[in-house]
């Protein structure tokens, strides 16, 4: 596929093309009904609390809150000299050998790309917005969205965030985009011939334009659960000092990065408590946050997959789809891109992780620079 094709397809012409359902979407069974939670509860609560708590210690969630600690941070930075901040900086400079900088290697991605079309998937908080102490005021620049907007023109794009979709979309305010909230488990796109898969239907709505639009709500059965547990999570939680909740529609946030490091295991504790009598919701861990969500096989990877078979990406060898994000929850996107060696991941982080990104990017202001030079590039080669 030459460039002026890539330019002049449906897809770049129409920002939000026809959203055809995959043929083959679910993976999953989402339970019509949900079996009396004792059937689950018997098990675990007879188990002693402390036994508990060292299997779930095991598993490294202690260690996990503590390693995205900012106090942590703050400490470690008051105490290294600066032979040690040295030492920092090599580690990382080591770790880039494995992660290259997906500016350095601009070239090389451009190279790679050739006159495939690009298609971009981005996470919003971390990504193109900084970590704030209040996640309600995790807002992107306008620098930022000009650039968003700007490649949004250019190549089809995505904000596939963990937070409702809405609320990601007040954030970015950007029409040109497809957004997927709450993990990808909600999706929106244009009304096309296809509205159900699998007996996953989608729901007619309009958007903020008063556009129809379909939706593609693969948990949507499990909206009172989650409404319920939110209300339970938001009480459990009170009297902890700095622990927020956040309603993200089909899952739910608890944020402790404002809560004293003394108490994040207490954080932990009372949220593990009210989960043991949901078995049909699942805990995972974000950055300075818990991730309450329901254990279905859906995650941003099959949000990535999703998304590409809608815009008829899928099969598409003259396709590279790359993905930024910073976190936890991107690494199912990342492995689904390695998995099909046909694009990659950038991990946009500040320290040494293990990912299954390919490149990576230090912050949200490299990736502003990235998203630019892509624009430049596209721009130039056409
Ligand atoms: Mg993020």
Redesign the pocket.
């Known amino acids: 596929m030459d460039l002026k094709a890539s330019l002049s397809s449906p897809v770049v012409a129409d920002p939000l093309p026809t959203l055809a359902l995959p043929s083959a979407v679910m993976t999953f069974t989402t339970p019509t009904s949900f079996p009396s939670p004792g059937l689950y509860l018997n098990t675990s609560k007879k188990k002693p609390l402390p036994a508990k708590l060292e299997e779930v210690r095991t598993n490294g969630w202690f260690d996990l809150m503590m390693a995205s600690s900012p106090t942590r941070k703050r400490q470690i930075k008051d105490i290294v000299n600066d032979v040690q901040a040295d030492d920092l900086d090599l580690q990382y400079h080591n770790w880039m050998v494995d992660y290259p900088s997906a500016l350095t290697s601009f070239e090389t991605i451009t190279d790679f790309a050739g006159s495939k079309k690009l298609a971009l998937f981005l996470?919003?908080?971390?990504?193109l917005s900084p970590?704030v102490d209040k996640p309600e005021n995790a807002l992107m620049s306008d620098e930022m969205r000009d650039a968003v907007k700007h490649v949004a023109s250019l190549f089809p794009t995505a904000i596939i965030?963990?937070r409702s979709r809405d609320k990601v979309f007040d954030f970015v305010k950007l029409n040109e985009l497809y957004y997927a909230g709450s993990h990808g488990m909600d999706i929106m796109g244009t009304v096309g011939k296809t509205t159900e898969s699998n007996g996953v239907e989608c729901i007619r709505s309009t958007d903020s334009q008063g556009k129809e639009v379909n939706l593609f709500q693969p948990a949507s059965e499990f909206l009172p659960m989650i409404s319920e547990v939110y209300k339970k999570l938001g009480e459990s939680i009170m009297d902890i000092d700095g622990a927020r909740m956040e309603d993200n529609k089909f899952c739910v946030s608890v944020h402790y990065r404002n809560v004293a490091e003394d108490d994040y295991w207490k954080v932990f504790q009372r949220v593990n408590a009210v989960l043991e009598d949901y078995p049909y919701l699942k805990l995972t861990h974000?950055?300075k946050v818990f991730e309450v969500r329901p254990v279905i096989d859906w995650n941003k990877g099959k949000a990535v997959e999703f998304l590409l078979e809608s815009l008829g990406l899928n099969e598409s060898e003259d396709v590279l789809p790359i993905y930024v994000?910073?976190?936890k929850?991107?690494e199912d996107a990342f492995k689904v891109l390695k998995a099909s060696n046909r694009g990659f991941g950038i991990l946009?982080s500040s320290i040494p992780k293990e990912s299954d990104a390919f490149y990576s990017l230090r912050d949200p202001a490299e990736v502003m620079e990235f998203l630019k030079k892509l624009a430049a590039w596209k721009e130039q080669s056409t």
């Open positions: 996470d919003y908080d971390g990504t970590i965030s963990g974000g950055r994000g910073d976190d929850t991107d946009v």
